[in-house]
């Protein structure tokens, strides 16, 4: 819909979705669509306008002829942790393919309605704040951690609330997930998602198969969801063994922050070997 009007009253959004859309929504669908659309309004009013940075390694690599640099043989590489990549994937598309990659993504997202219980999900999760605290407390480290393993910089540590422990040199990006998990409103749950206490749940705040499993499994506050659509607050699960909290997608950047390589606003192409989840609808 071409004039869409965020700040009318939910009502008559719904009937304006339903007239636009004659024939091919329920009401209940058209009351999703309405939600989905307001949502994405917030979040990507706080972009427009509004300067950022992000940070990010790259790599060349070039053939040598004698003294000459082949000019056609010049690739560049973006970093993706711990590999890297063509840095052509992360180069934005054109505005006709983020146009049809919405109308895929608002499909799909009504195809998928019923098929989850929302009640599952926390509903007091305040994504923003999980997104600013993950900014808060990391940085791009040019230090390595005292095993001389992972980028790390202790100083950007919330030691006042959250202190820094040797067992978390180069393991604590699930530790640090959490802390952002829960300063977005995710309580702590006695023996079962505590740092630290939580050893017979599989150590479920600073071990990643555990916090996976709690959060999806246990409590169903996480929902699976893509690379398209997965915005600030939500996380990104690597194989089950690093954790990462995603702090922008604009529909153009998507960036991530995370600890163990400690990263801050670091730009993420598609991955299909990574997993996305959301905490809302």
């Not at 206490?197 to 990643?208: F, I, L, P």
């Not at 063994?241 to 163990?260: C, G, P, Q």
């Amino acid at each position: 819909m071409s004039d869409y009007d965020d700040q009318l009253q939910k009502e008559f959004k719904i009937n304006k979705v339903l007239g636009a859309n004659s024939g091919e929504l329920t009401k209940e669908k058209a009351q999703r669509g309405v939600k989905i659309l307001d949502d994405k309004y917030a979040e990507l009013k706080g972009y427009i306008g509004v300067s950022d940075e992000s940070y990010m390694i790259l790599k060349f690599e070039a053939e040598l002829r004698g003294n000459n640099i082949e000019e056609n043989a010049i690739k560049l590489y973006a970093e993706q942790m711990n590999t890297f990549v063509p840095a052509e994937e992360l180069i934005p598309k054109s505005p006709a393919e983020y146009e049809n990659a919405g109308y895929k993504e608002m499909e799909s997202k009504l195809i998928e309605e019923g098929t989850f219980t929302v009640a599952a999900l926390y509903p007091y999760y305040d994504s923003l704040k999980a997104r600013d605290y993950a900014n808060t407390w990391t940085s791009n480290a040019t230090t390595y951690c005292p095993h001389n393993i992972a980028l790390q910089d202790i100083t950007k540590w919330n030691n006042a609330k959250w202190p820094y422990y040797d067992c978390f040199c180069h393991n604590d990006c699930a530790d640090y997930v959490s802390q952002a998990l829960n300063a977005g409103g995710i309580p702590i749950d006695p023996g079962k998602w505590e740092r630290l206490k939580d050893s017979s749940n599989n150590w479920a705040w600073t071990y990643v198969p555990g916090l996976k499993n709690y959060m999806l499994n246990q409590k169903g506050y996480w929902k699976i969801s893509t690379w398209e659509s997965a915005a600030a607050g939500g996380v990104i699960v690597i194989s089950d063994s690093h954790v990462m909290m995603i702090v922008k997608n604009d529909t153009v950047e998507r960036l991530f922050s995370a600890h163990t390589n400690d990263r801050l606003k670091y730009p993420y192409g598609k991955n299909t070997t990574w997993e996305y989840y959301v905490l809302w609808e």
